[in-house]
């Protein structure tokens, strides 16, 4: 289950007691933090949470503004900013990041099919390319036809659906900027000029789950499958034993099939990521057949030695002599970091590691030896705090 799925489920789980909530977004950050624009946090009247906006450190105080915000029926943002240590003890945050981090609290009516958490759900349900969200979280005069909290959604097929009013005189500079991140696929924050003032926009990109298609259903696929699961990517197992291939063997897989090798070339493609752990080089041979034409397949791990894949690749050229091409940078063979696995469960996660970085086009190395930030720094188009410094203060349009 995704961090959004739990937060859905929790958030249908107080509609349904009657418990007020209120949800809290990170809509900007400058310098160092633990989460980047789009981690949630969903809190209710009584303190209770689920989902994350930093490592720890900041839900403890975002909880009490929260229960604030839920009496007071109103949104509100607060800046946490950890730049000066000892400032930073004072006030009791203790982030010890060297960055500043904005949270939005928005208190959520039941009612309202436009409030913050059914937006998501709408935006997200059967999300099978990145969108973009942005939200209005900031405004410099009062009286604007905009407010805090307002979102404008571009979805993968380029249109676009808003709670932002279509005629505000912000509206295309917003869908631009949303193109903009959508195009580099990487959030960011805009300060758009009006003509009473200013309003400062968070864009996040939303992201569908990653799908794995594991072809192999042998004991070592067991801990791959839960470790994926863990991550909330959509796992689907298949084999053609079986005896193997039972759901009750991966009670954490999204779907389990029994798939002969005589019908693996029947199959639709997907695009999922897919790991090749079958044990069967000719199962292995015609998965491979199969993944060779789709494109979209952008990673293909191999598991066993660098000669099963060379033997395969000869035996695939005799149909395809283009093949080597046509696998070049997607095939992962032998697949996993290099981090000395043995075991099922030390392979499992050299392998699920593998996967990520390539998710995230990383190179996996030490972060120690890394001269570059451990996250991009966000585009914006205007310093988070412009002037002077915000220790940690909650205001309306702040």
């Not at 909290?149 to 295309?172: E, F, M, N």
């Not at 569908?208 to 067991?222: C, E, F, I, S």
């Not at 093949?323 to 699920?352: C, D, K």
Request: charged fraction near 20%; glycine fraction near 8%.
């Amino acid at each position: 289950m995704t961090e959004l799925q739990r937060l859905l489920t929790a958030y249908d789980a107080h509609r349904a007691a009657g418990r007020a909530c209120a949800l809290a977004s990170v809509v900007d950050v400058a310098g160092s933090a633990y989460r980047r624009p789009g981690a949630r946090m969903l809190v209710t009247d009584e303190g209770q949470l689920t989902g994350a906006i930093s490592g720890g450190c900041l839900e403890g105080d975002a909880r009490q503004r929260a229960r604030r915000v839920i009496q007071q029926g109103r949104p509100a943002v607060v800046t946490y900013d950890s730049t000066d240590p000892d400032d930073d003890l004072q006030f009791g945050a203790a982030l010890g990041c060297q960055g500043i981090v904005q949270i939005l609290l928005e208190p959520l009516d039941f009612q309202d099919p436009d409030n913050p958490v059914e937006l998501l759900r709408c935006w997200s349900a059967g999300l099978a390319q990145p969108a973009v969200i942005a939200t209005v979280f900031s405004l410099s005069a009062a009286g604007t036809e905009v407010q805090v909290g307002q979102r404008l959604a571009l979805l993968p097929d380029a249109s676009v659906d808003s709670t932002l009013p279509a005629g505000a005189d912000i509206y295309p500079s917003v869908v631009q900027a949303a193109r903009a991140a959508l195009a580099a696929r990487q959030p960011a924050t805009h300060h758009i000029a009006t003509g009473g003032g200013s309003v400062r926009v968070s864009l996040e990109i939303l992201r569908p789950p990653v799908r794995l298609t594991v072809y192999g259903a042998g004991n070592d696929v067991q801990p791959v499958v839960r470790l994926a699961s863990g991550l909330g990517w959509q796992v689907r197992v298949v084999d053609g034993r079986p005896a193997q291939a039972q759901p009750a063997r991966f009670p954490e897989a999204d779907t389990v099939r029994v798939l002969p090798l005589a019908q693996v070339s029947q199959e639709p493609y997907d695009g999922s990521f897919a790991l090749l752990m079958t044990h069967n080089y000719y199962y292995d041979l015609e998965v491979l057949r199969h993944l060779l034409p789709d494109a979209s397949s952008r990673y293909i791990g191999l598991l066993g030695p660098r000669k099963k894949y060379e033997r395969l690749l000869e035996d695939l050229h005799q149909e395809t002599p283009d093949a080597a091409a046509r696998l070049q940078g997607r095939i992962h063979s032998p697949v996993g970091l290099n981090l000395g696995g043995e075991t099922p469960e030390e392979i499992a996660l050299s392998v699920i590691a593998e996967i990520q970085a390539v998710l995230t086009g990383r190179p996996a190395g030490f972060l120690r030896d890394s001269p570059h930030p451990i996250h991009p720094p966000l585009q914006a188009t205007a310093p988070l705090v412009p002037e002077g410094r915000v220790d940690v203060a909650c205001a309306i349009g702040q």
